[in-house]
């Protein structure tokens, strides 16, 4: 089984920074797509950026500008760098990958990460 554990988050003040950071262990054999999601109280969860395995990054109109996702493949760690911070992305950030285990190398499965706080003070 593959694990995504988080960190980074915290509290900040509007246009302030925050650097999440998720890292991937287990059995694995390859990471294709790693993305982060976020739900803030009674909301949806949402996308706000993913990246391929090649580096091709994508974000949520919300976002763009302000964050920046990355990976290092050779960590199985994704990043996503957070700047002018505002109230309303405070939420809980949640990575997210597909992964394929060493038995199986062209099955990708999903697996979530147990979330991390951000929260942003106006």
């Known amino acids: 089984q593959a694990q995504l554990v988080e960190s980074g988050g915290g509290l900040v003040q509007a246009g302030g920074s925050l650097r999440l950071s998720c890292a991937a262990s287990?059995?694995?054999?390859?990471?294709?797509?790693m993305g982060w999601y976020r739900q803030a109280p009674d909301e949806q969860r949402e996308l706000v950026a993913s990246i391929t395995k090649g580096g091709t990054s994508n974000y949520a109109d919300s976002v763009k500008g302000r964050f920046t996702i990355t990976r290092d493949n050779a960590k199985n760690t994704v990043y996503l760098q957070m700047n002018s911070l505002k109230a309303e992305d405070t939420a809980v950030y949640y990575c997210?990958?597909?992964?394929?285990?060493?038995?199986?190398?062209?099955?990708?499965?999903?697996?979530w990460g147990q979330g991390t706080l951000v929260t942003v003070s106006s």
């Open positions: 997210n990958a597909y992964w394929a285990p060493p038995g199986n190398r062209y099955r990708y499965l999903e697996v």
């Open positions: 287990g059995n694995i054999y390859s990471i294709n797509d």
